[in-house]
Every structure is written in structure tokens, then in C-alpha cells.
């Protein structure tokens, strides 16, 4: 087969369908992995902080799995990216929160160089 082309069967016919490629994000950001830290998923990844730039201000969003529920990369990092993009008030969990303010906040800052008081997390603390 063909690179990108990819056969589907339909009636004992053969379709292909052409399929795009994902585009790669232009924009830099920073992806940081949050692992579970007891039980049987020990140091498994259960979330994902990203920080990306918007405007002139750095956005930082979160996702983190429920428990029972199988960790995915890539669906954690959209629902950390339409975070940012769309905003939530989503109550932040204590291990997002622990780990944004423990230096991902410093972190985001000084790697896209703007002012500490640019950094914006998305969401609400209790």
C-alpha cells in the first residue's frame, strides 16, 4: 500500500481513502506528565500540564484521568490544549495545583521570557 492511502472494504470492493497526515503545531510549549505516586499505577502517567503562549500572556492548562480510567497521551494533551483555547471553571486538583505552583509556573516564564505576573493557570483553586 501506499503511504497515507488506506483500504476499506465496502460490498467485497475495494475503497482507499486518502487520509491527511496530522498537521504539527507551529507553536513551542511545554508538556509536563504528572504520575500517580502510590498503588498499583505507581509512577504511571495519570495527567498532563501544558504551557503554551497566547498573545502576549503564558496559559497553562491540565488534564487528569479519573481513577479506574486508562491514561491516553494524546487525549490528554487536546483536553489541555482546548483548556487553554477555551477556557474552563474547572475546579484545579490538588496535584495539578501542587505542581503548577511548585515551579511549572516559574518554568513556563522563564522559558517563553515574559514576567511572572503573565502566567496565567486556567481554572479555579479551592
Known amino acids: 500500500m501506499i503511504e497515507g492511502i ?4 465496502f460490498d467485497d470492493d475495494i475503497h482507499y481513502v486518502q487520509r491527511e497526515k496530522p498537521k504539527q503545531q507551529a507553536e513551542p510549549r511545554i508538556i509536563q506528565y504528572i504520575r500517580s505516586r502510590r498503588g498499583k499505577t505507581r509512577n504511571q502517567p495519570v495527567g498532563v500540564i501544558i504551557a503554551r503562549r497566547v498573545d502576549n500572556k503564558v496559559k497553562i492548562g491540565w488534564s487528569l484521568c479519573r481513577r ?7 487525549i490528554a494533551r487536546e483536553i489541555a490544549d482546548s483548556r487553554i483555547d477555551k477556557g474552563t471553571e474547572a475546579i484545579i486538583p490538588h496535584e495539578v495545583e501542587n505542581l503548577t505552583l511548585n515551579g511549572f509556573a516559574d518554568r513556563a516564564a522563564r522559558y ?3 514576567p ?3 502566567v496565567e493557570i ?3 483553586c479551592l
Open 122 to 124: 486556567i481554572g479555579s
Open 68 to 74: 479506574g480510567d486508562h491514561f491516553n497521551k494524546s
Open 112 to 114: 517563553f521570557r515574559v
Open 6 to 9: 488506506y483500504g476499506c472494504c
Open 116 to 118: 511572572q505576573n503573565n
